[in-house]
């Protein structure tokens, strides 16, 4: 189960000074409970001290006009949220400390071009409101659910959270069970909406036939990998489910782990994230003969990035908002300038006109045809 807290500037409980370091200064991963912390109540604390005072009328009034960020609902409920949103933050190494000072520039920098989204986020026009993703592995019984949920919300003293997205549901639990249990939770107040993350087109179907044939809550919209090379779900499955049942798009990796970034064009650089062992797999996936086709095609694509006047990475996030379905495509970043760049392709949506989008489907040979394809 994914949880998205929300963190409100009236019931917010900072932690006091020198809390958290002392606590990561002693015990043991430090790197992953670093990536942790960005997902909890003290970073968000911390900067939006820094936010408040400075911003007290509606976020979209006081930072489109300068950034051109467009807002679109989450599916076809009625929370409004940024186009662009902040991902994963990917730190390779380094202390507490400067993962800290690293992740506050990078979300005051996606705060003040008018993100409203941090992973599942969103900003309400009476006031500041921001949401951050937590993960557990724990399944998707009622049990792990609500106990999870709760004891989420006591550790990060929060009173409700905005939207929890649930992992692909295992086997052994009944689907009726996970859309009862995110009814209870929305109906108690701790949860406001609820979305899948990885699920096929028939769970999130399953899902809201059980909702409605025992008047539960159906989920809004589903967390999907979606990029040049990964089209076939969101281009294919997902609009159908949209236009019958309200089902957005809430789009991750828009650079595919950073291969549609360029850097691997000539190999695997010593300081890239694909020649870290972990990511082994990455690695041979570029190296691979389908890889190095991808790098020829990305080579062609960058000549329409440059007729545009963008870069390649800006034309890759813009070519994912084309796509009606998609509410909102987060970012991943490792520093401010990766992510001011990757902001940037806000500029391009309005020069993503049909020629340029034939275009690219042309070099990337692979667009999957739709039921409405064969109906003409």
């Given at each position: 189960m994914q949880v998205s807290f929300a963190c409100t500037d009236h019931g917010l409980k900072a932690p006091r000074n020198g809390e958290h370091s002392k606590q990561n200064a002693t015990s043991p991963n430090t790197a992953s409970q670093a990536r942790a912390r960005f997902r909890t109540v003290a970073l968000i604390a911390r900067s939006l001290g820094s936010f408040t005072h400075r911003y007290h009328h509606n976020l979209k009034e006081s930072t489109a006009k300068l950034t051109g960020m467009k807002y679109r609902n989450l599916g076809k409920s009625g929370l409004?949220?940024?186009?662009?949103?902040?991902?994963?933050?990917?730190?390779?190494s380094g202390n507490?400390?400067?993962?800290c000072q690293v992740a506050e520039q990078l979300m005051t920098i996606a705060y003040e071009s008018g993100v409203n989204l941090f992973d599942?986020?969103?900003?309400?026009?009476?006031?500041?409101?921001?949401?951050?993703?937590?993960?557990?592995?724990?399944?998707?019984?009622?049990?792990?659910?609500?106990?999870g949920l709760k004891g989420s919300l006591q550790r990060m003293q929060l009173e409700y959270v905005d939207v929890v997205f649930a992992n692909r549901p295992d086997s052994n639990t009944p689907m009726e069970e996970i859309v009862r249990a995110m009814t209870h939770v929305i109906n108690q107040g701790m949860a406001m909406y609820w979305?899948?993350?990885?699920?096929?087109?028939?769970?999130?179907?399953?899902?809201?036939?059980?909702?409605?044939?025992?008047?539960?809550?159906?989920?809004?919209?589903?967390?999907?990998?979606?990029?040049?090379f990964?089209?076939?779900?969101?281009?294919?499955?997902?609009?159908?489910?949209?236009?019958?049942?309200?089902?957005?798009?809430?789009?991750?990796?828009?650079?595919?782990?950073?291969?549609?970034?360029?850097?691997?064009?000539?190999?695997?650089?010593e300081s890239s994230r694909a020649s870290m062992k972990p990511y082994q797999w990455l690695r041979e996936k570029i190296m691979s003969e389908d890889g190095r086709k991808q790098q020829a095609k990305l080579k062609e694509l960058a000549h329409i990035s440059e007729k545009l006047g963008c870069t390649l990475p800006q034309l890759a996030i813009a070519w994912c908002l084309r796509n009606e379905g998609v509410s909102s495509v987060l970012l991943g970043s490792s520093n401010p300038s990766q992510l001011t760049e990757n902001l940037g392709a806000i500029q391009v949506i309005p020069k993503?006109?049909?020629?340029?989008?034939?275009?690219?489907?042309?070099?990337?040979?692979?667009?999957?045809?739709s039921k409405r394809d064969y109906h003409h």
């Open positions: 409004r949220v940024s186009c662009l949103g902040l991902g994963e933050l990917k730190f390779k507490f400390s400067c993962f599942t986020a969103e900003v309400y026009s009476g006031g500041n409101t921001f949401l951050v993703l937590a993960e557990t592995e724990r399944g998707l019984n009622r049990k792990h659910i609500i106990e979305g899948t993350s990885r699920w096929s087109a028939m769970e999130i179907m399953e899902a809201y036939s059980v909702a409605r044939q025992f008047n539960l809550i159906p989920p809004v919209c589903e967390q999907a990998e979606y990029h040049f990964q089209r076939e779900k969101v281009e294919t499955q997902l609009p159908e489910l949209y236009h019958k049942i309200g089902v957005g798009v809430v789009s991750w990796s828009p650079l595919a782990c950073g291969i549609i970034t360029g850097k691997y064009e000539n190999g695997v650089p993503m006109t049909a020629g340029i989008a034939s275009e690219v489907d042309h070099i990337l040979g692979n667009r999957p045809h």
